[in-house]
């Protein structure tokens, strides 16, 4: 089975930590050159420097400011050609009830989330298309099967995500390109913890007892560490993929209460 990434570039958002961090070390290590991406240069110069291999490179910018983002982008394409692989990950937005969430909160996330995977996937598909090869992969959530109580604005902007990647994925597949959705489930990062700190406070429980309510839910008795979920994206992008197109991957322990 053939997952060597050699001669492959990829660009990953959200590098400086969590999920972006570890699939950014695992597309790497399968020896593709990653442009790692974030707002936070020192974060992602630290990850960049730890990637195995060679010619990997790290690029600060904003998700969220589209022009910029592109005006950012054009050089790293001018001076290393096409990039083959697209790995669109970013922060979700804060917890709570979608009634209380104002108006400016779902523009905020269709923007980092939506918008921006469609900006870069525009941006790389000639590139794609011109190899013969092209994998973009959205990590999303596993609330594109069940939304998740108190996670409105989250549960609401995924699943455009995840229909957008599926329309798309039609679209590209005659020019050797893929487009699916990764859904992590419980995966120990910065953002778990804070929402379970926000659900405790909630609940009127301590964060360890919500921890272990928590883990409770899934059947594989822990949660995920970032590098399991970045296991499902680089498998995503390597050749052995090549006939998997427009899908949804759970990486949940096997919490999500659907096939």
């Known amino acids: 089975m053939d997952i060597r990434l050699s001669g492959r570039s990829a660009l990953v958002c ?12 695992a597309l ?10 974030a707002r936070s240069a020192d974060a992602l110069r630290e990850v960049v420097a730890e990637l195995p291999g060679e010619g990997h490179q790290a690029l600060v910018a904003d998700l969220s400011q589209g022009d910029a983002l592109a005006a950012a982008l054009e050089p790293v394409l001018a001076a290393h050609g096409p990039l083959h ?12 009830p979608i009634v209380e969430a104002r108006e400016e909160e779902f523009l905020a996330a269709m923007q980092n989330h939506l918008l921006a995977a469609v900006r870069l996937s525009r941006l790389l598909l000639p590139g794609m298309r011109e190899a013969g090869y092209g994998r ?8 594109v099967k069940v939304p998740i109580p108190n996670l409105g604005v989250s549960n609401t902007t995924r699943a455009a995500v995840a229909n957008w990647a599926k329309t798309l994925s039609r679209e590209v597949a005659a020019d050797g390109v893929t487009v699916n959705n990764v859904l992590p489930g419980f995966t120990r990062t910065e953002r778990l913890l804070t929402l379970m700190a926000g659900a405790a ?15 409770r839910s899934v059947p594989a008795g822990r949660f995920a560490r970032p590098a399991e979920v970045a296991a499902g994206v680089a498998f995503l992008a390597s050749p052995a993929a090549s006939y998997i197109n427009g899908i949804n991957l759970p990486v949940d322990g096997g919490r999500t209460g659907c096939l």
């Open 28 to 37: 790497a290590g399968l020896g593709a050159r990653v442009v790692a991406l």
């Open 14 to 25: 959200g590098a400086s930590k969590g999920i972006g961090a570890a699939s950014a070390r």
């Open 136 to 143: 973009i992969i959205n990590i999303i959530s596993t609330s």
């Open 85 to 96: 692989i697209l790995v669109n990950n970013c922060g979700g937005p804060k917890g709570g």
């Open 201 to 215: 406070k909630r609940l009127g429980q301590t964060p360890a007892e919500t921890e272990a309510a928590w883990m």
